[in-house]
Nanobody, 128 residues
């Protein structure tokens, strides 16, 4: 299993920006498809964004397209979620996840079941 630690959450005003980082350790980072999920109070965990092993393929939930950007640095074992134009409804705990990759360097995963390793999450609060 790869170990994941998120950072960068906090309180921001509507329309503001935050940069979430996830540091991975324990395994070869480039073997993993990486994703971000979020869970708001009283709601189920939902997919936000994912990035392929090579970083060449990305997937986003419709509600963040054009506002959030996922990236990774395989040399630094990190994945970043840059969030802008934040809305109150983006308030949630954000989780970093790693899924064992297949042969394709371009494959992405967008379901919870495809990810086997999870961080503990970082809180994002957007004031309305």
């Amino acid at each position: 299993q790869v170990q994941l630690v998120e950072s960068g959450g906090g309180l921001v005003q509507t329309g503001g920006s935050l940069r979430l980082s996830c540091a991975a350790s324990g395994r070869t980072f480039s073997d993993y498809i990486m994703g971000w999920f979020r869970q708001a109070p009283g709601k189920e965990r939902e997919f936000v964004a994912a990035i392929s092993r090579s970083g060449g393929s990305k997937s986003y939930a419709d509600f963040v397209k054009g506002r959030f950007t996922i990236s990774r640095d395989n040399a630094k074992n990190t994945v970043v979620l840059q969030m802008s134009s934040l809305k109150h409804e983006d308030t949630a705990v954000y989780f970093c996840a790693a899924g064992q990759g297949q042969a394709s360097l371009m494959m992405v995963y967008n379901t919870i079941a495809q990810y086997g390793s999870w961080g503990k999450g970082t809180q994002v609060a957007v004031a309305s």
